[in-house]
């Protein structure tokens, strides 16, 4: 069964701090995605990567940074936690192509106070 | 550039009675559809997927879709609504130029006993 796992279902945070949410698939795809979630606006994608060590901007990058150092593994940071970031975030994966879905983690609920 | 739109933010039906989720996309090719559901506090999960086989595509619990090339639409139905089917659900369509996902904004779909 196909597995993307995030290592935090729930974080509280101060303002300020440095947050790192992790993210593991184990189907050995090519592309990983961060997204943030918040109710009425879908899903608004933070940053992609394609391959280890590249990545890409999304559509809202301001405040986050990524790394991807192995191919299994991509990890968001937050490198100084503002409350306008308290949101849901969802990792998935995909291979390459038109035709892929994605599969996703069960998600981050983050809350910055 | 490329859109989805739910058309809906909510629907709410009787349990036992039919379902329609509207989702309307713009695409300048032939378009790969996606829906994906997330049920509260759970991850997304693929409903269906079009990707220009058959127009009828059939789902995962009931649920199945019709791509209309002439009305630029692929909604969601399914004939007699369950409890279990209370979810939000997405109608998401795959990029064009880099086969990066689009999402539409959500329906929230409310079951009435």
């Known amino acids: 069964d196909v597995k993307v796992t995030q290592s935090s279902r729930y974080l509280v945070k101060r303002t300020g701090e440095k947050v790192f949410l992790e993210c593991v698939q184990d189907?050995?795809?090519?592309?990983m995605f961060w997204y943030r979630q918040d109710p009425g606006l879908g899903l608004r994608l933070i940053y992609f990567?394609?391959?280890?060590?590249?990545?890409e901007k999304g559509d809202i990058p301001e405040g986050y940074s990524v790394s991807r150092e192995k191919k299994e593994r991509f990890s968001l940071i937050l490198e100084s936690a503002s409350t306008n970031q308290t949101s849901m975030y969802l990792c998935?994966?995909?291979?390459?192509?038109?035709?892929?879905?994605?599969?996703f983690g069960q998600g981050t609920r983050l809350t910055v106070v | 550039a490329q859109s989805v739109t739910q058309l809906d933010s909510h629907v709410s039906v009787s349990e036992g009675t039919p379902v329609l989720l509207r989702c309307n996309y713009s695409?300048?090719?032939?378009?790969?559809l996606f829906w994906y559901v997330q049920h509260p506090n759970k991850g997304l999960q693929l409903l269906l997927k079009?990707?220009?086989?058959a127009t009828l595509v059939k789902g995962i619990n009931g649920f199945e879709a019709e791509f209309k090339k002439s009305e630029t639409s692929f909604h969601l139905t399914k004939p007699s609504a369950h409890m279990s089917d209370a979810a939000e659900y997405f109608c998401?369509?795959?990029?064009?130029?880099?086969?990066?996902?689009?999402w539409g904004a959500g329906t929230k779909l409310i079951i009435k006993p």
């Open positions: 695409s300048s090719y032939s378009p790969s």
């Open positions: 189907m050995d795809h090519e592309n």
């Open positions: 990567s394609y391959d280890v060590k590249m990545k």
């Open positions: 998401v369509v795959s990029k064009d130029s880099n086969y990066q996902l689009i």
């Open positions: 998935a994966s995909r291979w390459t192509g038109r035709n892929t879905e994605a599969f």
């Open positions: 079009y990707t220009s086989a």
